[in-house]
T-cell receptor, first 115, second 114 residues
Framework: DAGVIQSPRHEVTEMGQEVTLRCKPI?????LFWYRQTMMRGLELLIY????????DSGMPEDRFSAKMPNASFSTLKIQPSEPRDSAVYFC?????????????FGAGTRLSVL | AQTVTQSQPEMSVQEAETVTLSCTYD???????LFWYKQPPSRQMILVIR??????QNATENRFSVNFQKAAKSFSLKISDSQLGDAAMYFC???????????FGSGTKLNVKP
């Protein structure tokens, strides 16, 4: 299996622009997570899905952030409009729950720079 | 509230020596999972080892082992025969048994000296 695939690896944009981050989970995994990593705040869980349904989005910082999972093999995290403070590495992870002992498998991350 | 604390922001170890990274957590649950993840400069998060709270036996994966003290809510990682490739950030993580809680510690940067 190719693992969790995220695109793009790097994104540089200007303040006010819309940014879309993409994630393809491991086939067969029914959980998908979006994390944000910064030096100041460490690794934060933004939102997670189970069977394509958002379960907990309490970590989403504000209305500028939205996430969707239209099917089991694809998810997006969108920031509109983007701000410099959104600069971070965004990780997607997937898992299969209890039977697989709750192991989350991470993608390589997207480094976002908002100028 | 559940939290995960790593009190050592940075540590150093000589190659071939042993080092222990500390992690404590707070939870009101009796069943849960604990993990150590490694993040090298490539930034890829890699699972190092996993412990199920209902198992008393400490998990071991080759040179990596844990000291799980459930009553003390402590979960330390021991790396034996340290190698240069072990240099990375190490994160302690907690997930609830029903996969409804996810917490990561702030990380410990491990330096390995040749």
């Amino acid at each position: 299996d190719a693992g969790v695939i995220q695109s793009p690896r790097h994104e540089v944009t200007e303040m006010g622009q819309e940014v879309t981050l993409r994630c393809k989970p491991i086939s067969g995994h029914d959980y998908l997570f979006w994390y944000r990593q910064t030096m100041m705040r460490g690794l934060e869980l933004l939102i997670y899905f189970n069977n394509n349904v958002p379960i907990d989005d309490s970590g989403m910082p504000e209305d500028r952030f939205s996430a969707k999972m239209p099917n089991a093999s694809f998810s997006t995290l969108k920031i509109q409009p983007s701000e410099p403070r959104d600069s971070a590495v965004y990780f997607c992870a997937s898992a299969t729950g209890i039977m697989a002992k709750n192991i989350q498998y991470f993608g390589a991350g997207t480094r976002l720079s908002v100028l | 509230a559940q939290t995960v604390t790593q009190s050592q922001p940075e540590m150093s170890v000589q190659e071939a020596e042993t080092v222990t990274l500390s992690c404590t957590y707070d939870t009101s649950e009796s069943d849960y999972y604990l993990f150590w993840y490694k993040q090298p400069p490539s930034r890829q998060m890699i699972l190092v080892i996993r412990q199920e709270a209902y198992k008393q036996q400490n998990a071991t994966e080759n040179r990596f082992s844990v000291n799980f003290q459930k009553a003390a809510k402590s979960f330390s990682l021991k790396i034996s025969d340290s190698q240069l490739g072990d240099a990375a950030m190490y994160f302690c993580a907690y997930t609830g048994y029903n996969f409804n809680k996810f917490y990561f510690g702030s990380g410990t940067k491990l330096n390995v000296k040749p």
